[in-house]
Structures are given as structure tokens and as C-alpha cells.
């Protein structure tokens, strides 16, 4: 007689694409979307500054010389 033992779905770890509006944020207010122009005022996350750049919350690319990089692969640069 076999155990029903509990089986471990294996689809656990969801692939999901870089999409915009898919990133969790825990902040309050929560951080702006890849869409707005004040998208560079997210959290950052991961701060690499060492190396000239840092992630934000919304998945931005924040690069020192003021150009930034959206999550879907747009190179765009800060105004002003
Ligand atoms: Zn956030």
C-alpha cells in the first residue's frame, strides 16, 4: 500500500517575463511605473555605484551619467 505523501507542485518557481507593473513593491506609496517620467525616483534596490549604476524597485537601471534602462529595454536619459 503506497503512501499519499503530499506532492510538491513543480511548477513553483513562476518564469514570469520582465514585464512592466509586474515587479513586487512594497513601498507606500508604491514606487512609479517603468511608463512615468519620474519612473528614476523608485528604490533603489541593488546599489552597484561601485560600478556606476543601481536598480531600482520597478526594475530601472539607473546609470550615473543620468541614462537609465527600462525593464522591456528602452535606453532613455533623464531630462535635465
Ligand atoms: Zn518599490
Known sequence: MEDITR???TSVT???PPRRSTTMCDHSPSC???DSSACCTAHVVADHSEQGWCRLCNGVILFDDGGYLTP???ALKLAG
Open 32 to 34: 512609479p511605473d517603468t
Open 14 to 16: 513562476r518564469t514570469d
Open 7 to 9: 506532492t510538491v507542485p
Open 72 to 74: 522591456d529595454g528602452r
